[in-house]
């Protein structure tokens, strides 16, 4: 693989998730870990292909990786190991340090041994997340050092670096990344690759115990090792003035892949600024950047997200009685909305510096072309059960959903998904709407998810004997984020055999007496399974399983098995439009004169079109090539 040669100056093309894999290994990477999830997952995807890799090959890859259970387990996993000696890894999207951050907090007390960078993938824009945060204030409140990278090579670079910096305070480090630097490609200049320390040595120190009387004595420690860290932010090579033309009075400070819009445009808008870019954003050098601001009489901050580097400019010119004018979020310039671009940045320059904009805005088309939401994969189980329940369950019936996939089925027609705040909250908000209303509950949940989160609301459901359906749709992956393995399957993130735990035991083991298990291809049985778990008073639990088809049809060209697409006969066909109008399988489409055709090309061959067809117009006709 090409991402584990060592050949150092050598230049490679890499993702940035694969740049901050690349700068893990070279610093000797023992231990990473993760949740998967959207812009990050990449990363540990990386470094699961390389384990597997050398399983396959019986080899030692000489770092232990895993996908854990959740964000706060994989933390928690890290840090322990990081605690003996040894080099360690966690990553996670934005919303999974909320996760973690139970375990964050008090970590940053306790400190680490052998360097720990936890990297934190935001998604301004809310890409593939159901919120924007912005995770530099999770630096700020656990006072622990941060970066963010600009390119794929400074991601690399952060990383390997960073390890040190972690070494050298003893502090875990935040890198913290967003989607456009995890999901661009760049450069990458390969250094030498340390070599693992492979196992730690844990030495046995009662301060590691945060008992109240501990964390009292912990508490100023961690302020002198932040105070340490903003000395080497001072120092810090990804902290740096780059002067533009003959600058005077402007300056504009900047980090992350906004650097990257103010460099060029800068240079194509010819202005005379010098820019302040931050690599280290938490502790921000502060006498460089007193330099900075006596240095200028205008500054402009362009961040993306939350103003955080622009308060503690405010609060450093203040301190320093500077009358320097501070353009941004506050003077309406900048926008606390989304992703920044190009014409975003030029727009606001255009007007704080009263120059003509350099981009040309494309003319609108008159034409309004129609929308194309995303949509259940043809084939998919999800699809089939969502179409038995609503076959089974009243129109008012309450349907708290989750994150997945399955979130999809909050577009019509089905309309199964009512109300979403986070992993697992399907089944507690289920034990709430069963409390506050006289309605039908059903909720659901993957199975992934039911692992990270799902469990304790099932508990609570139980013990309190709240009047739920709670669904889990078991597909046997973490399908949303790239099909990584999770406890139910019999294999881990390194490809080894592990002990397969079946969510029905897990859901029997809660308390749970009233368990369908179904498969959901079975439609008219699935739709049985959900009446009688809605007639039933108190939990009950329907367990759909049946696997994500990408890897049911992976696995049966593996084996060498046909894949049967399916075909309407127009005999038949009555028009009655269920396969369109209620079913909804992208596969169909209207073909002249308004008859419904199958794309072959689209029909992954699972068969329920067949089985929801009043006519039995639907049969398998031929082989998918």
């Keep these: 693989m090409e991402i584990l040669e060592d050949k150092p100056g050598k230049q490679i093309l890499l993702l940035g998730n694969e740049a901050i894999t690349r700068g893990a290994i070279e610093a000797g990477i023992d231990v990473a870990t993760t949740y998967p999830g959207t812009p990050s997952s990449e990363i540990a995807d990386t470094f699961s292909l390389i384990a597997r890799s050398f399983t396959k090959q019986k080899k030692d890859p000489s770092f232990y990786f895993e996908y854990s259970t959740n964000e706060k387990v994989a933390l928690e996993v890290a840090a322990a190991a990081s605690i003996t000696g040894l080099r360690t890894l966690t990553c996670m999207k934005h919303v999974g340090l909320n996760v973690a951050s139970d375990a964050f907090m008090t970590y940053l007390y306790v400190g680490c041994k052998g360097g720990h960078i936890i990297v934190s993938a935001d998604d301004p824009s809310c890409h593939s997340s159901q919120n924007e945060q912005d995770n530099r204030y999770f630096a700020l409140f656990g006072n622990a050092p941060m970066l963010e990278p600009s390119t794929p090579n400074e991601a690399k670079e952060m990383t390997r670096i960073g390890f040190e910096i972690s070494e050298e305070v003893k502090l875990p480090v935040l890198l913290?990344?967003?989607?456009?630097?995890?999901?661009?490609?760049?450069?990458?200049?390969?250094?030498?690759?340390?070599?693992?320390?492979?196992?730690?040595?844990?030495?046995?120190?009662?301060?590691?115990?945060?008992?109240?009387?501990?964390?009292?004595?912990?508490?100023?420690?961690?302020?002198?090792?932040?105070?340490?860290?903003?000395?080497?932010?001072?120092?810090?090579?990804?902290?740096?003035?780059?002067?533009?033309?003959?600058?005077?009075?402007?300056?504009?400070?900047?980090?992350?892949?906004?650097?990257?819009?103010?460099?060029?445009?800068?240079?194509?808008?010819?202005?005379?600024?010098?820019?302040?870019?931050?690599?280290?954003?938490?502790?921000?050098?502060?006498?460089?950047?007193?330099?900075?601001?006596?240095?200028?009489?205008?500054?402009?901050?362009?961040?993306?997200?939350?103003?955080?580097?622009?308060?503690?400019?405010?609060?450093?010119?203040?301190?320093?009685?500077?009358?320097?004018?501070?353009?941004?979020?506050?003077?309406?310039?900048?926008?606390?909305?989304?992703?920044?671009?190009?014409?975003?940045?030029?727009?606001?320059?255009?007007?704080?510096?009263?120059?003509?904009?350099?981009?040309?805005?494309?003319?609108?088309?008159?034409?309004?072309?129609?929308?194309?939401?995303?949509?259940?994969?043809?084939?998919?189980?999800?699809?089939?059960?969502?179409?038995?329940?609503?076959?089974?369950?009243?129109?008012?019936?309450?349907?708290?959903?989750?994150?997945?996939?399955?979130?999809?089925?909050?577009?019509?027609?089905?309309?199964?998904?009512?109300?979403?705040?986070?992993?697992?909250?399907?089944?507690?908000?289920?034990?709430?709407?069963?409390?506050?209303?006289?309605?039908?509950?059903?909720?659901?949940?993957?199975?992934?998810?039911?692992?990270?989160?799902?469990?304790?609301?099932?508990?609570?459901?139980?013990?309190?004997?709240?009047?739920?359906?709670?669904?889990?749709?078991?597909?046997?992956?973490?399908?949303?984020?790239?099909?990584?393995?999770?406890?139910?399957?019999?294999?881990?993130?390194?490809?080894?055999?592990?002990?397969?735990?079946?969510?029905?035991?897990?859901?029997?083991?809660?308390?749970?007496?009233?368990?369908?298990?179904?498969?959901?291809?079975?439609?008219?049985?699935?739709?049985?399974a959900f009446k009688r778990a809605l007639e039933n008073k108190g939990p009950s639990a329907v367990v759909s399983k049946s696997p994500c088809i990408l890897l049911e049809n992976r696995d049966k060209k593996k084996r060498g098995e046909k894949i049967y697409v399916h075909e309407i006969d127009q005999e038949k066909c009555k028009n009655c439009k269920i396969c369109i109008s209620r079913f909804n399988c992208p596969s169909f489409y209207y073909g002249e004169d308004d008859i419904i055709l199958i794309d072959p090309q689209q029909c992954n061959g699972c068969g329920n079109c067949a089985d929801i067809c009043p006519f039995e117009a639907i049969s398998p006709k031929g082989v998918k090539k």
């Design 176 to 528: 913290r990344t967003t989607t456009r630097l995890n999901h661009i490609r760049g450069p990458i200049e390969l250094t030498k690759i340390q070599k693992p320390r492979t196992k730690g040595h844990f030495e046995k120190d009662p301060m590691l115990v945060t008992v109240p009387a501990i964390a009292r004595l912990q508490h100023p420690i961690l302020l002198k090792k932040i105070k340490q860290a903003e000395q080497i932010s001072e120092k810090s090579r990804f902290n740096k003035i780059i002067n533009v033309g003959k600058p005077k009075e402007w300056g504009i400070v900047t980090s992350g892949v906004s650097y990257n819009y103010v460099k060029e445009l800068a240079g194509d808008m010819k202005l005379n600024v010098r820019i302040l870019k931050l690599g280290m954003t938490h502790p921000i050098p502060k006498k460089m950047c007193e330099d900075f601001i006596k240095s200028c009489e205008n500054i402009i901050i362009v961040e993306e997200l939350e103003p955080i580097l622009e308060n503690q400019f405010k609060v450093i010119a203040y301190d320093l009685n500077s009358k320097v004018k501070i353009y941004g979020k506050s003077s309406g310039h900048f926008s606390r909305l989304y992703e920044y671009n190009l014409d975003i940045v030029a727009d606001a320059f255009s007007k704080i510096f009263k120059i003509k904009n350099p981009i040309n805005k494309p003319k609108e088309s008159k034409i309004k072309l129609p929308s194309r939401p995303p949509a259940l994969c043809p084939g998919c189980p999800h699809r089939a059960t969502y179409y038995a329940v609503k076959k089974a369950a009243p129109k008012t019936t309450i349907y708290p959903t989750d994150i997945g996939c399955y979130t999809l089925g909050k577009a019509p027609p089905y309309e199964v998904a009512d109300l979403l705040l986070c992993m697992g909250s399907n089944a507690g908000t289920a034990c709430g709407f069963a409390i506050a209303t006289d309605e039908k509950i059903i909720s659901f949940m993957g199975d992934s998810t039911f692992f990270h989160s799902g469990i304790p609301p099932i508990i609570d459901a139980v013990h309190h004997n709240h009047d739920v359906v709670i669904t889990i749709l078991d597909n046997r992956t973490t399908a949303m984020t790239g099909h990584q393995p999770h406890p139910g399957n019999d294999f881990d993130g390194m490809g080894r055999p592990a002990k397969k735990i079946l969510v029905e035991d897990v859901v029997k083991g809660c308390g749970v007496e009233h368990i369908e298990i179904v498969d959901p291809n079975k439609i008219k049985e699935t739709t049985e």
